[in-house]
């Protein structure tokens, strides 16, 4: 960074101090799966890192070829999500330095692998118990499921409910 004058006054963010201070250096005392991890979180933004439980590699089983980085997440939705554009993850990922022959993304809580990805104090804290639906939103579920098959609309019915259970929805119309 430089200021009126066009001095030198170096880093501005945190990010570019840290890396004044252990570059290359630092990263070389990094092991294979621990560049991967620093690799995926750089690359990424706060939603993949905020659902990201584990970070690491496994060889790919073919002599000469990269090994798979492996992204454990904490939900299958977004799993497939990541999953789907993996291309993109695979480009920032090798921008990051990192060569991988592929992304798999597992679920799960933190992985016990090479390199878990702990997330403060409270990762293990229990979730919240689910609020009880009120008659009202019972009913506007039973309303939008009616036209489904039986097996179909039980499965969607529980899957609606554990949802609005879990998350306040102000306005039910537009579930």
């Not at 990094?30 to 993949?48: C, H, P």
Request: charged share 25%; net charge positive; with cysteine.
């Amino acid at each position: 960074m430089t200021d009126g004058d066009g001095a030198d006054r170096g880093p501005s963010r945190a990010g570019d101090l840290v890396g004044a201070l252990f570059g290359a250096a630092g990263t070389a005392k990094l092991s294979a799966a621990q560049r991967a991890a620093r690799a995926w979180f750089q690359a990424n933004g706060d939603r993949e890192r905020a659902h990201t439980t584990g970070v690491w590699l496994r060889k790919s089983g073919r002599a000469g070829v990269d090994p798979i980085l492996v992204v454990r997440v904490d939900s299958g939705l977004l799993a497939q999500e990541l999953g789907t554009n993996k291309d993109l993850y695979l480009a920032r990922v090798a921008c990051a330095g990192v060569a991988v022959s592929d992304i798999r993304f597992d679920v799960g809580r933190p992985h016990a692998g090479p390199v878990p990805i702990r997330r403060g104090a409270d990762a293990h804290a229990a979730a919240p118990k689910p609020r009880e639906l009120s008659a009202g939103e019972r009913a506007r579920v039973a309303e939008m499921t009616a036209s489904l098959p039986d097996g179909l609309r039980q499965s969607v019915s529980r899957a609606m409910c554990a949802t609005l259970a879990r998350h306040k929805i102000e306005d039910t119309q537009s579930i």
